[in-house]
């Protein structure tokens, strides 16, 4: 049901987590699930998926603001629940941490490069607060946008190489 996953109407055989990255900051309380969804008769898809569990009042806050947010719910204490992290903004911060910080996080299968332009470090730099919230536009990724003056673009289906969304986003960059 989520407007990125871009396998609505196939037919699916499996879905199966592939890899599971440490959080992209330092003590980060979420990870970054890769996910292969195989379909019946169409080449399988990697989904990223970043996954947090919370409890308690951050939980039901979530629950109530974002009920598709939810992945899985514990029936036992219906006060846990596993959450797609791209709901929490403790997430959104961290993401832009590893971006500007040029972090590498590795995995079992690859990494995670985060990449910053020198304008967009500069920008950050002089950030106050990293308020966010995400973009309620139908899209096939996730945006979050931090003080109306950054937007980060997080990619839900990997494909192989570079994307041309990163290249013209350089490109325009470099030159203003």
Do not use: C
Request: a negative charge.
């Amino acid at each position: 049901t989520q407007r990125w996953f871009q396998g609505k109407g196939r037919a699916l055989r499996g879905v199966r987590v592939t890899d599971l990255l440490p959080g992209a900051a330092p003590g980060a309380n979420h990870r970054i699930a890769l996910v292969e969804v195989q379909y019946v008769e169409e080449a399988a898809e990697t989904y990223v998926v970043p996954v947090m569990l919370l409890e308690g009042t951050q939980a039901q806050q979530l629950l109530d603001l974002h009920p598709g947010a939810v992945i899985a719910e514990d029936d036992r204490a219906h006060s846990t629940i596993l959450v797609d992290a791209a709901y929490v903004p403790e997430f959104h911060a961290s993401l832009l941490d590893a971006a500007h910080a040029r972090r590498r996080i590795r995995a079992r299968n690859g990494e995670l490069h985060g990449t910053a332009s020198g304008a967009l470090r500069r920008l950050v730099d002089r950030m106050e607060e990293r308020q966010s919230r995400l973009l309620g536009a139908d899209q096939s990724n996730t945006s979050i946008v931090f003080d109306r003056s950054v937007v980060l673009k997080f990619y839900r289906r990997l494909d192989d190489g570079l994307s041309l969304d990163v290249e013209v986003g350089e490109f325009l960059g470099e030159h203003g």
